[in-house]
């Protein structure tokens, strides 16, 4: 089945613990993509990925990091995370960048 | 850059009429134009999408019509269903190639 797997569906976490969520795909899409929603805010672009080893920023990049070392896993880092990162996240991929997405089933952080 | 608004951040409409959905855009040169289907506590998911070479798109009760001089694309749901109650995001993409996010309009089906 085609689909964006992303893990862990909820994490609680605290100030400052480093932590992971992966992100991964199995189309062979090109392109890939992390957002954050919050209430109020609609999806907000954190990081894109247009191919393998190809990274850049979005709308709201300060407090994340990415890599893309391969072109199936796109995980999402936060060094450190604060309660401001507290948030909805979802991955998405597509073949390229001006093609539908899909999107992961989400990933629901709380940093306390 | 880009810039994409969307009306009404809330409609609601009784089951079995239409529910219209408008964006504008700001930059002449975007292409490509879908929409996303958020039902509460789920993933968005693409319903329909258009590029700039059409003016309009079906999928049996869902539209999607593009006037690129006025800037602004609408999604027409048509016979409106209580499945059809979520979020709708509208896009555009941009120069970089990213998709610029609508706001988002919550659709309220009454019975």
């Known amino acids: 089945e085609a689909q964006v797997t992303q893990n862990p569906r909820y994490l609680i976490t605290v100030t400052g613990k480093k932590l992971t969520v992966t992100c991964s795909q199995n189309?062979?899409?090109?392109?890939m993509s992390w957002y954050r929603q919050d209430p109020g805010l609609g999806l907000r672009q954190i990081y894109y990925s247009m191919n393998v080893e190809v990274t850049d920023k979005g709308d709201v990049p300060e407090g994340y990091k990415v890599s893309r070392k391969e072109k199936r896993n796109f995980p999402l880092i936060l060094e450190s995370p604060s309660p401001n990162q507290t948030s909805l996240y979802f991955c998405a991929s597509s073949l390229y960048s001006n093609y539908g997405y899909t999107f992961g089933s989400g990933t629901r952080l709380t940093v306390v | 850059g880009e810039n994409v608004e969307q009306h009404p951040s809330t409609l609601s409409v009784q089951e079995g009429d239409s529910a219209v959905i408008k964006c504008t855009y700001s930059d002449s040169a975007s292409n490509y134009f879908p929409w996303y289907k958020q039902e509460l506590g789920k993933r968005p998911q693409l319903i329909i999408d258009i590029r700039s070479n059409v003016g309009e798109k079906k999928d049996q009760r869902i539209a999607v019509t593009l006037n690129k001089t006025a800037k602004h694309f609408s999604l027409h749901i048509t016979e409106t269903q209580p499945e059809d109650s979520a979020v709708y995001f509208c896009a555009a993409m941009d120069s970089n190639y990213q998709l610029i996010w609508g706001a988002g309009t919550k659709l309220i089906i009454k019975p």
């Open positions: 189309m062979n899409h090109e392109y």
